[in-house]
């Protein structure tokens, strides 16, 4: 593979800092006068060659999340507090022009569904190679014959460049989708639901290259996806979303081992088993709460089998223990390192 | 683009062309009035053995099917229009042949400047949704594309006309004059084609505009600008490599659909500002009832929307490779 970029930091990269930060990310969107709270209060962190899986119900705003990121927001939607700090550089703070340059060179995104996601009336070759040229600077000759070595890369015959997007397959778009996120070698690739539209065999393809991919490139990767076992497989941390909240966060061992939020445990129990016992799923019942509106407390509470008087008044604090798990849930205080301060008098859901 | 894609164009355009001739066989036997009555119209004493000798001279007592058919199309294939009632002794091809070129340069011009303006303005419009120019731009598009030809140009003779006399609004050329130069010879020419040329090209360009504009605000919303956006590329580039070639598809097709429309549009500005092409001579042979002038007339406008259309596919197909099959 051709170097096509000394990996050197950008010019303002704080010595020492984490390679992103999130902190009390805010997004909100406006819709007929009313305020949608997307994302409202989300902290994490992304070391070098680390991979993150972002999961939650559809609509918890794991997309949102990731779009802030990069500010790739619809129009009505806003950064209404928070920072996010790539190399220690906030980028919530840059202009959208100086924002511009650190899309795709540093934050790439592998979209859901490539049918639409790639240009139909261009090649795939051109495709790729467009950020090549446009961001990198190299010759077009240069950056086709680094196009055609992502391609293969990601396990497209080379001479596949001139194809045009509806002449290749679900998966063989997403590989090429991949291929184009890898372009610029950027210090994070993220993942938005990258298998979501593709059939269980091309999944399991597409997954399996992101895993090599991550090996060998040594990938920083956030991987936004509803299948927990997706996770298990491909990441070592987890953060689990409820309503624009992270209820749990924490490495993926101990996480999906010992799930402390009741949130974390009823959607562990509702997923097809990861160690493959399947036994039958639980249905969490109730939806999540309307975000124009979200109950004042914790926005599980009016689903949770545990919530006390306390979770509909007060937002839980998220508080980290010794294992690594951060959890926001009034039934793990300060202080009660990560076990419950009632036992939860369901026995059939995993005692905690 | 593929061979067979340019072949089966070609033959879809040749039996519509064939389709077209048989309709128009058809359509000038199924007219009120007979030949015969036309030709002898004014002549007096006109004696019923006179009427039966030219009948049997034209061919008009032969059965319909197969002989007059078969004389019609071979006489159509070899460009053989027959001849203008009004007009003696001149073949209808001739008469086309003079009052086709005033038709191309106003229309084709007049497509030219509405599809470079409209398309320009849309895009900007879409672009810049919400902008002032989007504002301003999109009143505009909708007042004119609601506006009939015929008042458009009236208003442009209202005020030319009688208020300021500053531009000719009859004719292609004064009536007369003799040109000491080519240069003062297209000078006239010139002066003579700025009211209808305005007026074709205003008649169009509201529509193209507005359809430019909302397919430019569809194509912005589509996954892969967002795509090009994630790519860090500028608007201006994203604009241009990626909105615009795919916003263009559908108004190719729009234009092409849009011709027979321009061409009957054609006939109320040439004859509001007596431009001699073809709509003037439709409106002539009409009065006239000159048939096979109109004949030729209407066989020259179908055969040139369905060649328009013809353009119109290929073009698409260099555009959007997906059709290309
Ligand atoms: N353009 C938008 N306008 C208003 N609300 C939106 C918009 N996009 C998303 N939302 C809302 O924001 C919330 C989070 O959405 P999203 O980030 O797409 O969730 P996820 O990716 O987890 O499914 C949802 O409640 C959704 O309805
Ligand atoms: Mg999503």
């Known amino acids: ?352 | 683009m593929g061979g067979s894609f340019v072949a089966r164009r070609l033959g879809q355009a040749a039996i519509t062309i064939v389709a077209i001739i048989l309709i128009n066989f058809v359509l000038f036997r199924l007219m009120p009035g007979s030949p015969e009555r036309v030709i002898l119209r004014g002549t007096p004493n006109v004696t019923p053995e006179r009427i039966e000798a030219l009948r049997e001279r034209w061919g008009l007592n032969d059965p319909v099917f197969p002989d007059q058919l078969v004389a019609y199309i071979t006489s159509t294939l070899t460009g053989d229009l027959g001849y203008s009632f009004i007009a003696r002794g001149q073949t209808v091809v001739d008469v086309l042949a003079q009052r086709i070129w005033p038709t191309i340069l106003l229309f084709g011009l007049g497509e030219m400047v509405a599809i470079a303006l409209g398309l320009a303005l849309g895009a900007y419009s879409g672009w810049r949704r919400g902008g002032p120019i989007d504002y301003l731009g999109n009143s505009v598009s909708l007042i004119l594309y609601s506006t009939p030809y015929f008042l458009l140009g009236m208003g442009f003779l209202l005020v030319f006309a009688s208020s300021i006399k500053w531009l000719p609004t009859f004719g292609m050329l004064t009536a007369g004059r003799v040109y000491g130069s080519p240069f003062e010879f297209l000078a006239d020419l010139g002066a003579h084609l700025v009211l209808p040329l305005a007026t074709v090209s205003l008649g169009l360009v509201g529509q193209y505009a507005i359809v430019m504009r909302s397919s430019i605000i569809e194509t912005l919303s589509e996954d892969y600008v967002n795509t090009a956006r994630a790519m860090g590329l500028s608007e201006g580039r994203i604009l241009r490599h990626h909105a615009l070639p795919n916003a263009l598809l559908p108004t190719v097709t729009l234009i092409a659909i849009n011709l027979g429309y321009v061409i009957a549009g054609a006939i109320t500005v040439e004859v509001v500002f007596n431009w001699p092409g073809l709509g003037t001579l439709t409106v002539q042979a009409l009065t006239a009832r000159d048939y096979p002038v109109l004949q030729g007339v209407f066989l020259l406008l179908s055969v040139a929307v369905v060649l328009a259309n013809l353009v119109a596919d290929l073009v698409y197909g260099v555009l959007d490779p997906r059709v290309r099959t």
């Open chain 1, 1 to 352: 593979m051709t170097a096509v970029r000394d990996r050197e930091l950008p010019r303002q990269a704080v010595p020492g800092a984490p390679l992103l930060e999130v902190t009390d990310l805010r997004t909100y969107f406006s819709l007929d006068g009313a305020t949608v709270r997307a994302v409202d209060g989300v902290s994490f962190r992304l070391e070098q060659g680390e991979a993150l899986g972002i999961a939650g119900e559809s609509g918890c705003g794991k997309t949102t999340t990731a779009l802030s990121l990069v500010r790739l927001l619809p129009p009505n939607a806003r950064i209404e507090e928070g920072s996010v700090r790539l190399y220690g550089i906030d980028l919530v703070e840059k202009s959208p022009n100086a924002l511009r340059r650190y899309r795709w060179r540093e934050i790439s995104i592998v979209f859901q569904g490539a049918m639409n996601a790639l240009n139909p009336v261009n090649t795939v070759g051109d495709q790729i190679a467009e950020p090549i040229i446009e961001r990198l600077g190299l010759d077009r000759k240069a950056a086709l014959q680094r196009a055609g070595e992502l391609l293969e890369l990601v396990g497209i015959p080379r001479k596949r460049a001139d194809a045009f997007p509806h002449e290749l397959s679900g998966g063989m778009r997403q590989r090429a989708m991949i291929a184009m996120a890898l372009a610029c070698d950027p210090a994070i690739v993220i993942g938005d639901e990258p298998t979501t539209a593709l059939d269980v065999m091309v999944q399991a393809q597409i997954l399996e290259l992101l895993e090599r991919l991550r090996r060998d490139l040594g990938l920083s990767l956030i991987l936004i996806t509803h299948d927990l076992s997706v996770i298990a497989e491909t990441c070592d941390r987890v953060m689990v979303m409820y309503a624009g909240r992270v209820a749990e966060e924490g490495p993926v061992g101990e996480v999906f081992a010992r799930p402390k939020h009741p949130y974390t445990q009823k959607l562990l129990a509702a997923f097809p088993n990861i160690h493959a016992d399947r036994r039958t799923l639980e249905v969490i019942p109730g939806s999540p709460p309307d975000l124009r509106d979200p109950p004042p407390g914790c926005r599980f509470a009016p689903r949770c089998q545990f919530a006390m008087d306390v979770c509909r008044t007060d937002v839980p604090p998220e508080v980290t223990f010794g294992d690594g798990v951060r959890v926001a849930c009034h039934l793990y205080p300060q202080g009660s390192d990560g076990v419950p301060i009632t036992t939860p008098p369901d026995a059939n859901g995993t005692p905690p």
